[in-house]
């Protein structure tokens, strides 16, 4: 079983520690993580010509081509994205817009996959549950299973508090009790998914 966390902060700091930290919880014998970060790579907007559902691919020739390799052999995603202007990053939108091309291979080609999303902002509420409603949307649509912490505590997910530092991130002790409650759902699913 893999599970691939998509890190969608062009920084090396707070999402990616938060993301390294979970997939840590996640991996055992029964499953293997993947982590794959948007820092430093080129990955193209959408640009909605259509090509894709004449061609069965992409016209854009980039890094895409890894993720969309990935996303097909996982069987768990979790999207990290920081917050910038009130929700998901710039990189994070691309992507998920890009999956078209995938669509247009199957429509059901990520379908039944497990899914859970982390949004973290240097303000303690600066569009986190927005940024996690775009990423959950976005599993909907794509036939993915979203997965929250449940009532009291991650209702959507795990939003944490950076102050703009890993060393803010590492301190919100109210992020990593989110995380936990869902990692805890997450692994439930995943079990029943390998049932």
Not at 20 to 26: F, G, R, V
Not at 46 to 65: A, F, S
Not at 180 to 189: E, I, P, Q, R
């Amino acid at each position: 079983m893999l599970v691939l966390g998509i890190c969608g902060s062009p920084r090396q700091e707070a999402t990616e520690y938060v993301l390294k930290e979970a997939l840590k919880d996640i991996e055992n014998n029964e499953v293997e993580t993947k982590f794959i970060t948007v820092r430093g790579k080129d990955i193209k907007p959408c640009i909605h010509c259509d090509y894709c559902l004449e061609h069965k691919e992409c016209i854009n020739k980039d890094d895409m081509t890894e993720i969309y390799g990935l996303l097909k052999k996982s069987d768990g995603i979790i999207i990290a994205s920081p917050i910038q202007s009130g929700g998901i990053s710039a990189q994070i939108k691309a992507i998920m817009d890009r999956c078209r091309a995938l669509y247009s291979i199957d429509l059901d080609i990520l379908r039944g996959k497990i899914g859970m999303s982390i949004a973290i902002g240097g303000d303690r509420s600066g569009g986190q549950e927005l940024a996690i409603q775009e990423i959950n949307t976005f599993y909907l649509l794509s036939g993915i299973i979203p997965i929250s912490g449940g009532s009291f505590g991650a209702n959507l997910g795990p939003c944490f508090w950076s102050q703009d530092s890993v060393e803010g991130v590492k301190s919100d002790e109210y992020g990593f009790n989110s995380l936990k409650m869902t990692l805890k759902h997450f692994k439930n699913a995943l079990n029943e998914y390998i049932k």
